[in-house]
């Protein structure tokens, strides 16, 4: 039974991960726009596929 | 913001010049090409009406579909037609020049950021409508060097672009945009305009740690409730308890920051809000766990804590419903638009209107708009103020007459001197006013705070009375009980009422095509007993007026050559009489045309002369109109070769359905118009309302705000139902402000509701749902107030375990939660229309 000692600290850092996921993921904007991205996986990419330009498409760095 | 363009005037070419061309590229287009029998442009997929330009085997109807469609094809983007066939759009015949953006300091205020490598910003386009717009729009570093990342997003129809700003400028990327058929929407709002969060991220990260610690402490605090710590290791059960506090405590000092915030302004401020007892509640909630966990008698209610935390926030999150395309807070700059022809040293420039000057000599074209007060120099001016004024026909002004900003010009070219900057003139002063200056309403009036108030006092009562009763007999439960009260009492489930079910009916309401700026609007909704109507637009719909047809039968030849005379005048009144004989007939090719603004029109088809216009300038040419033909007031008299034949007369209709409106709705409420228009129509809207209620014409905007103002004064809830600019002192004013809009995302005042028009006949069902609503709540509460009263019985006798809290506390919220969502659709079911296609798209 003493196995549950380490066991319940494993799962909770296991878990903390995924918390942690989704704070980035809310922090870094992607709910922000849950429409374009659906359509976006629909898209031909063609032979050369969708490069990323210099700037990319870096979620969300407003400056003001 | 810019008006349709029209047709093009007079490149009309006969028949036999389209219907050579044989064969039309694939079936998707030929559907398009059916309905007139001509070729579909490959691009726009429009018929090839006035030119057709022949590349390969597609079709193109202008030349700058043809462009298009070789920029694409030469930087091997073609896949844009294959997504979609008919994502086209025809670019612009006459592409707006850009050049003002560049000037640094509007450049400035509209850019995200800048600096030597980079430059971000964000543009509106409202033809951005399918996967095809989408992706093109993303590729565009493959047609243009020098622009790095673009980035879509749908919702909002805005694209993101980033630039390289040595090796292009921001007009280049404008112009780039508008010569694909992407035009960007500037407007004088946008300049220094924030970006706007679809949603608080802050909220949506204090739920996220409140859902995580909720779980695992319910994992931890199972074992408890079944007994089996007891029956094992002693020390395990200290080690959960322990693990449970470490959960709690982000999100005591995260999660619920807003509540302990909110608690201690609305005690600094000697209001008794929801806020106060829900705090006072979670803080007995965890300092009882922390003493149990501390003294060792017992687990804690962390579970319950957190539970209560993560519910809160959810109806929280549930409440913030926002809408991505629309606003509820313009004002008139996001009317105007951001660039004006201007004249100067002999030299036309698209300039920034900030940087106009008093004195400026200005060129306004068809469907541009009049942004300041001006005097007005050549041509005849026909402005159209129906937006600003109210007054649906447009009207004409001579050279040397003073021009009031935000009349749209119709028709030819004029040219006019600013005698007033922008933020100067009459339609700006209405913005300074009073009634625009409280932004935030109080919510401090909303039901859940009016029964917080009195909840909170007998709370407080009953723990204190507990908690003497105990001391008096057993010395050991005097702090015990007073805690357990305010722990069961914690108003989770009375939080809990309104936003669900309120939120419920704002999410129902725009399935509907009803848009709320807040659930606090439901609410006021329900309280409302005067409406006041304002005409144009509202009751009648503008633009689509009815034509008829008064005088001996013109017949099939004569109708057609009046419609091809009136396809080339840009005449309101021209265009309508055009709309309305367009389907029986097929133009002409003019001999001659003469536009007489203010007047008429005259042209040659088919040898014979016509004359359309006013009575007043037929007479004058010699034509005999009959007297009673020429006292009516918006009529277009027809001449033909010189004798009088009849005339068009328009009349602005009652939209659809909206007869027994008034007489549905004066059930309940007080009812009255306000028109900014001529009282020309003043009989038919008193058969329309009946013989009691007020009709008032002529009204100015600060007319109308007044108004309003003297029936609040008077003790009465107003909503206040209206279009344009010129109610949008009293849509402020009102407690609910509509507004009436016939394309949704199309400019609307602001307003806590946005209606489509469409809705106004169903006006008096989403008054009575709006009181629906209400009463699911009430039920709700009720509710709630059971749950305490049975709560706070077991608690006062001093005997509430973390058991029975446990099971209690989601029992009486998610109970509360289901009845208030449930109840108020089914309420939405049985009041409301049926739900068409929602227009806005769920954020």
Known sequence: MSVIYLLIPVSILVAGGFLWAFLWAVRSGQYEDTTTPAMRVLMEDGEEGRKEGPEGSQHDRHTS | MDAPSSQPPAAWLPDSGTASVADTPSSAEMTAASASQRPACFHCGLPCVTTLVQHGSHAFCCPGCLAVYALLTGHGLESYYRMNPSAGRRPAPSQPRFEFLDEPATRQRLVDYSDAQVTRMRFRIPAIHCIACVWLLENLYRLQPGIGGAEVHFGRRELRVAFDPARLRLSEVASLLSSLGYEPDLTLADLDAAPRPALDRRLWRQLGVAGFAFGNTMIFSLPAYFGLNRLDDPGLARLFGWYSLALSLPVLLF?????????????????????????????????QSVHHLWTGTGEGYFDSFTGLVFFLLIGRAFQQKTY??????????????????????????????????????????HGELLPGDARLVEGPALLDYSFVTGEAEPVTRQPGDHLYAGGRQVGGAIEVDMVKPVSGSYLASLWNQEAFRKNVRSTFRNLTNRISRHFTLAVVAVALAAGLYWWMHNGARALSAPVAVLIVACPCALALAAPFALGTAQRELARRSVFLRSTDVVESMARVDEIIFDKTGTLTAPGTGVVNFHGPPLGEEAERW???????????HAVRIGESLETRHYPEPLMSFVENAGQGMEGRVHGHELWMGSAAWLISRGVAVPAEEATWDSAVQVAIDGAWRGCFRLTHPLRAEVRSLPARLAKRCRLALLSGDQP??????????????????LQTPQGKLDFVAREQAAGRQVMMVGDGLNDAGALRQS???????????????????????????????????????????????????????????????????????????????????VAATGLTSWRARRLLPRAGAPQEEPA
């Not at chain 2, 829900?278 to 007995?284: D, E, K, S, V």
């Not at chain 2, 022809?341 to 000599?361: A, K």
């Not at chain 2, 008193?686 to 009709?695: A, K, S, T």
């Not at chain 2, 209400?774 to 006798?797: D, E, F, H, K």
């Open chain 2, 255 to 287: 999660s619920a920051r807003d509540y302990w915030m909110h608690a201690w302004t609305s005690l600094r401020q000697r209001r008794m809000q929801i806020e106060v007892p829900i705090a006072l509640g979670l803080a007995a909630l965890f300092g």
């Open chain 2, 324 to 365: 991505q395309r629309l606003v509820f807070d313009r004002d008139y700059r996001a009317f105007f638009p951001l660039s004006v022809q201007r004249r100067r040293d002999g030299r036309e420039e698209r300039v920034s209107l900030d940087s106009l000057e008093v004195g400026d000599r200005l060129i306004l074209r």
């Open chain 2, 562 to 572: 009046v419609y091809s005379l009136t396809r080339h005048s840009t005449h309101p």
């Open chain 2, 680 to 697: 020309r129509e003043r009989d038919s809207f008193r058969e329309l309302f009946g013989p009691d209620v007020p009709l008032h014409f």
């Open chain 2, 735 to 817: 407690d609910v402000g509509v507004a009436v809009v016939e394309k949704m995302h199309a400019f609307s005042p602001a307003s806590d509701v946005i209606l489509a028009a469409s809705m106004v006949p169903a006006l008096d069902r989403v008054l009575a749902f709006a009181r629906s609503s209400v009463g699911v709540v009430r039920a709700c509460l009720l509710l709630s107030v059971l749950y305490n009263l049975v709560g706070v019985t077991i608690a006062a006798q001093g005997r509430l375990s973390p058991v029975i809290c446990a099971i209690l506390m989601p029992l009486s919220s998610i109970t509360v939660v």
